[in-house]
T-cell receptor, first 114, second 112 residues
Framework: SAVISQKPSRDICQRGTSLTIQCQVD?????MFWYRQQPGQSLTLIATANQGSEATYESGFVIDKFPISRPNLTFSTLTVSNMSPEDSSIYLC???????????FGPGTRLLVL | GQQLNQSPQSMFIQEGEDVSMNCTSSSIFNTWLWYKQDPGEGPVLLIA?????ELTSNGRLTAQFGITRKDSFLNISASIPSDVGIYFC????????????FGEGTQLTVNP
């Protein structure tokens, strides 16, 4: 399995500001994903981060709110823009490697918006 | 997106007891995954299942891929306090690209 790190691990932000979350993998991977986990809830896929092209967003998530970069096969960023308290969640990156559909998750970024 | 039906939602057990949880769906999956999430951490992959009927163990954990491809269970034997956490099932369909469908989680509490 890949070793995945995320920065920051947690942050407290003010309403209306933006936060960029970084995800670094210790090996090259084709598939990288960003998830949101709201308090007490399961995981919801935000988008697939595609290397060299625009991310593929799931229904309910838009690029203006969650811009994603994927400059190479080991790194991706997710920005949470113009934040509101409803954006308070854990944001997780994952990578697809190994068997079909298998994903490994990073440690998460805990975001609190005041 | 569509959620898997995961049960039970929560469990309170005594140390040493066995635990069983399961996930069901109205449609088939090609891969079943079981994750554990500790407080303040990301989900950790416990077991991956790729074939209908497959039974796989990882220490005290055993999981099975249902023969109908619509369900999976996870058993934990002789539970210990560090088994506390949230357990998620996830399914993958080849027709859904790389997307995973997640269950809503089982919160496990183990009393010493």
């Amino acid at each position: 399995s890949a070793v995945i790190s995320q920065k920051p691990s947690r942050d407290i932000c003010q309403r209306g500001t933006s936060l960029t979350i970084q995800c670094q993998v210790d090996s090259q991977v084709t598939m990288m994903f960003w998830y949101r986990q709201q308090p007490g809830q399961s995981l919801t896929l935000i988008a697939t981060a595609n290397q060299g092209s625009e991310a593929t967003y799931e229904s309910g998530f838009v690029i203006d709110k969650f811009p994603i970069s994927r400059p190479n096969l080991t790194f991706s960023t997710l920005t949470v823009s113009n934040m509101s308290p409803e954006d308070s969640s854990i944001y997780l990156c994952s990578v697809g490697t190994g068997g079909a559909g298998t994903q490994y998750f990073g440690p998460g970024t805990r975001l609190l918006v005041l | 997106g569509q959620q898997l039906n995961q049960s039970p939602q929560s469990m309170f057990i005594q140390e040493g007891e066995d635990v069983s949880m399961n996930c069901t769906s109205s449609s088939i999956f090609n891969t079943w995954l079981w994750y554990k999430q500790d407080p303040g951490e990301g989900p950790v992959l416990l077991i991956a299942l790729y074939k209908a009927g497959e039974l796989t163990s990882n220490g005290r954990l055993t999981a099975q891929f249902g023969i109908t491809r619509k369900d999976s269970f996870l058993n934990i034997s002789a539970s210990i306090p560090s088994d506390v956490g949230i357990y998620f099932c996830a399914g993958h369909r080849e027709t859904s690209g790389s997307r995973l469908t997640f269950g809503e989680g089982t919160q496990l509490t183990v009393n010493p």
